[in-house]
């Protein structure tokens, strides 16, 4: 069975900082570009974040560029987000997704369950 389990989500103060942690299990990410994307309450889902299989190129929302960072452990079969500065309008249920793909994460063939990331004082 795939599965992509996120954890890492939690409270945090704005200006706080948080990593999410994605681990797959019963495939390897190995062929596979990864990407966070989050849903605020209301809203649509968005893309965050992604990278492509090698590691070797990443691209961000301009919403978090600058305080976002993306990477992947391929040889533990995870992908993380670290989050910095955070702002309240982070708030939303982020996800991780994965793509069959080199670089493209338009059309995720894998979702996890999301983890909640709440940003408040």
């Known amino acids: 069975q795939l599965q992509l389990v996120e954890s890492g989500g939690g409270l945090v103060q704005p200006g706080g900082s948080l990593r999410l942690s994605c681990a797959a299990s019963?495939?390897?990410?190995?062929?596979?570009?990864m990407g966070w994307f989050r849903q605020a309450p209301g809203k649509e889902r968005e893309g965050v974040s992604c990278?492509?299989?090698?590691?070797?190129?990443?691209n961000y929302a301009d919403s978090v560029k600058g305080r976002f960072t993306i990477s992947r452990d391929n040889a533990k079969n995870t992908v993380y987000l670290q989050m910095n500065s955070l702002k309240p309008e982070d708030t939303a249920v982020y996800y991780c997704?994965?793509?069959?793909?080199?670089?493209?994460?338009?059309?995720?063939?894998?979702w996890g369950q999301g983890t909640q990331v709440t940003v408040s004082s």
């Open positions: 019963g495939f390897t990410l190995d062929y596979y570009a």
């Open positions: 997704a994965a793509t069959i793909s080199l670089s493209s994460c338009l059309r995720p063939d894998v």
């Open positions: 990278i492509s299989r090698s590691g070797g190129s990443t």
